[in-house]
């Protein structure tokens, strides 16, 4: 029987990460968390002085091992799920991820992660370039000011300050970044299931995924066997 695969995208503070991995964890499926690769390329070019504006600045990304242990990213061995979400990383990464070859070698190991596995990948461009032949494929999305306040809670847990008012904006111009950017952009897939979480507690827009994915199980695994 082939591999299931769910694609969950979504604009930053959707809450598509931590829906995810309760997903993921739901049906002991493998949790790939896109974004966190950006972050991370982000989180090494910075530590290394790259230009983030330069293109061509990249090519460290070839030499970069990324794995995924129990939800956490780990690059080069080095447990970084905490340092990547930190508000400098999360002010740049739309800028480093806009790059083709970033996009382009990122994308490329995640395609490899996925292949084979029954996964759940979330990010802004999985149900219609990362993973085109998802078996599922849901679109998140919230109002700016539910996605910031969501955001600044998360901010809270992990001891970072911030300001409520800076985030909408951050999250509001980053929106518009991701929306415009030439390669890739954040968008839904024309045969996604779009949810708009902005009045869903978490363990609802859960329980909705889940419902979809055994409701169409049976159909899918009886058309794969044909």
Do not use: C
């Not at 939800?71 to 790059?99: A, C, F, K, Q």
């Not at 919230?142 to 409520?164: G, H, M, P, W």
């Not at 869903?200 to 419902?211: L, S, Y």
């Amino acid at each position: 029987m082939s591999s299931i695969q769910i694609a969950i995208d979504g604009p930053a503070g959707a809450g598509k990460s931590t829906i995810a991995k309760l997903v993921a964890k739901a049906f002991h499926f493998v949790y790939i968390d896109t974004g966190a690769m950006y972050r991370a390329v982000t989180l090494k070019a910075m530590r290394n002085h790259v230009d983030l504006a330069d293109e061509n600045a990249f090519d460290f990304i070839d030499q970069t091992r990324f794995d995924y242990k129990d939800g956490m990213l780990y690059m080069d061995g080095e447990n970084v799920d905490d340092e990547i979400r930190t508000r400098e990383v999360s002010n740049n990464v739309s800028l480093v991820s806009s790059h083709y070859i970033v996009r382009h070698k990122t994308v490329k190991r995640q395609r490899e992660l996925a292949e084979g596995k029954n996964v759940v990948m979330d990010g802004r461009d999985i149900g219609y370039h990362v993973l085109p032949n998802a078996t599922f494929k849901f679109f998140l999305t919230a109002d700016v000011q539910t996605r910031a306040k969501r955001r600044y809670k998360e901010n809270l847990k992990r001891n970072i300050r911030s300001s409520l008012a800076e985030l909408e904006e951050e999250i509001a111009t980053r929106d518009r970044f991701d929306s415009s950017r030439k390669h890739s952009p954040l968008r839904a897939a024309d045969d996604a299931i779009v949810i708009d979480t902005s009045d869903m507690r978490i363990e609802t827009v859960v329980e909705t995924i889940k419902a979809k994915v055994r409701e169409d199980e049976a159909l899918w695994k009886q058309n794969s066997q044909k």
